[in-house]
């Protein structure tokens, strides 16, 4: 017996290259990709896996989901999350990057540990466990029906608070911080238009975060508050459906990634009349969806032509995480080509997460892996139909 795979198939994009290559031979050891070749060595007793006609791709990476949903102490959110795991590695989204959760322990870094152990099968988590706001602000769900009373998420106000809540998160062993820059779309006194934190404050949390080497991602929508973030040295703008082209070129300047978030903005506009839809969420989330749809709508061409790096990332969680893939063919939509989406969620997002070992099949990668059953440089919605996921070396979906 030898522990080496050898996966074959007809086609296959790196991650590198400009476009799909033809036969390919991927040699998986230990986890690693050992080789990628035309015609690879095949070791004697080597587990060959054939894929056919379909097409290699390195395995997807998914910048902004919320595996964990509800605000309770009990058990329930994280049973919840594990087939949301399920299901974001189902559709070949072998990392993904959590912004935070409700529940008041953060479940989301135990999930982590989970799927690190085997404990449970799912993408690897890169883990933002709360997101910071101030009060009155985008994550003050204090007030809510249906929230605990208590203050969840991590409401803080002013330098002390802010560093005191970045320091806890630290010590919890937290990969990301993240923060509500301006407010969105989330309470009954939410306004996407709104600036969360002063100046002061933000550059606070940034440097405390940079202190202990954690980059900061900045939920921000308005474009006052996407530009304060950028000013106080973020890594990620998330959203920034109102920026201008102004703020996008300084984002560009400065290297920070921006999260279009496009299918989400699609799935709440187009349910605008959907009464249903509305109905166990406070009246003015929906007043401020009506009255920024167009604007929103409209965003979506200034973000991708921006000049700012895209990183894939869908807020999956606020919509299910079976269609998350849908930000491929809305960001191509939108006008970005379809290698600059596949780079999105592959290359530049292993970037965005510090990750050289993600993103791409090459010799020293993990082995990351998925297959879709035809080009998605001709035909972008291929990407909703992944056939094939390995995860470190180990099989997670065959066809
Ligand atoms: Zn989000």
Redesign the pocket.
Known sequence: MTDTTVIVAGRCWDGRAENVRGHTEVVVRKGRIVACEDRADRPAGARIVDLGQAVLLPGLIDC???TVAGNTSSAQPALEALPVLRTLLDNGFTTVRD??CFTPEPVTLTLRRSVDSGLVPGPRMIVAPR?MSARSGHGDHSDEAGACGCEIGEVADGVDEIIRSVRRQARQNADWIKFAATGGFSTSVDDPTIVGYSEREMRALVDTARDRRLPVAA?AIADAGVRRAVLAGVTSI??GHLATEETLRLLAERGVALIP?QHAVTVFVGKLDDEDFWTDKADNVRRQIRTHAEALLAGRRRQVRGGAVIAFGT?A??FDHADNWREFPALVGSGLSPLNALRAATVVAARLLGRDDLGRIAPGARADLVAVPASPFDDIDVMGHVSFVMKDGAIHRHP
């Open positions: 902004h989901v919320h912004l935070g997101l939920h998330e959203h978030t807020d969680g606020t």
